[in-house]
């Protein structure tokens, strides 16, 4: 049964290391077919609900959150950390990517402070280089007219609602998802199943009848804390961290992401 692979809910901060390719002849724990890997096979003729992580998934907004990161320290006399450092400290949360890059400070007070700068930035420069990933679009409709099911998309995210919405609509993406719950949504943000589950009763969908799409371990182990299904994308923001936590699908391009929720090449 699906629910008997849920793990307890875990998060960490993530550090860079290498990235291990997939060579052919290689398992690594999967079968390969062209350039998708399967662990677990997905019954694609059951699935009613597609749950999508939203940064490194659906949208390349790497560039914009780190602009709002390093506008943040400037103004309190900090450093400006280098892309490739901020990229690693998103996926948990605005609070989170605030708390790693200014090092873990204990003054509660100057990390708020310091959230809001950011926060109230970024909402005004959230669209200033975010787009959504080349072939996403397709694959969302795709995906969503599967075999003519009345198939649901949904986007949870750790990335606060309201914002999430705003470059959704801006992006053109919006019209795709019944609903969108973001970081603040809840009590507790991904790996926990809550935002998970409450999408699932909204849909109507039992979780082996659900699937959860992310770049990196957390959502990974949202899917199995909420027993879920999962893909895994590459083409994100921390591909290295599915080497640690691995989903039942990993894919490296949003065409291939269609072709393994549909069963059918574009």
């Not at 290498?18 to 290689?26: D, F, M, S, V």
């Not at 959504?132 to 409709?141: H, P, R, S, V």
């Not at 795709?142 to 919405?165: E, F, M």
Request: aromatic share 8%.
């Amino acid at each position: 049964m699906l629910g008997s692979r849920s793990l307890p809910c875990q998060t960490s901060f993530r550090r860079p290391f290498a990235i291990r390719l997939h060579q052919p002849g290689k398992s690594n724990g999967y079968t390969r077919k062209s350039m998708i890997r399967t662990s677990s096979p997905i019954p694609l003729k059951k699935i009613q609900l597609v749950i999508f992580d939203l940064d490194g998934t659906l949208i390349d907004s790497e560039r914009d959150l780190a602009a709002a990161v390093n506008a943040m320290l400037l103004n309190y006399g900090r450093k400006e950390l280098p892309l490739q450092v901020i990229g690693t400290y998103i996926g948990d949360g605005a609070p989170m990517l605030i708390r790693r890059a200014l090092g873990d400070p204990a003054d509660r007070e100057f990390l708020q402070e310091a959230l809001n700068y950011f926060l109230a930035y970024y909402r005004e420069h959230k669209l200033d280089s975010t787009y959504a990933y080349d072939g996403i679009k397709e694959a969302l409709q795709r995906i969503k007219a599967a075999d003519g099911a009345a198939r649901k998309l949904a986007v949870l995210t750790n990335k606060p609602v309201r914002v999430s919405h705003d470059i959704l609509v801006g992006l053109g993406l919006a019209g795709y998802f019944f609903q969108v719950y973001g970081g603040n949504s809840f009590e507790t943000k991904k790996p926990d199943p809550l935002g998970a589950n409450t999408l699932r009763r909204e849909a109507g969908a039992a979780p082996e009848e659900t699937v959860m799409v992310g770049d990196s371990q957390v959502d990974i182990l949202t899917a199995r804390n909420a027993g879920l299904w999962s893909v895994g994308v590459t083409y994100g923001f921390a591909p290295q961290t599915l080497e640690q936590v691995v989903p039942d699908v990993l894919v490296d391009t949003p065409a291939e992401l269609g072709q393994v929720l549909t069963g059918t090449e574009a």
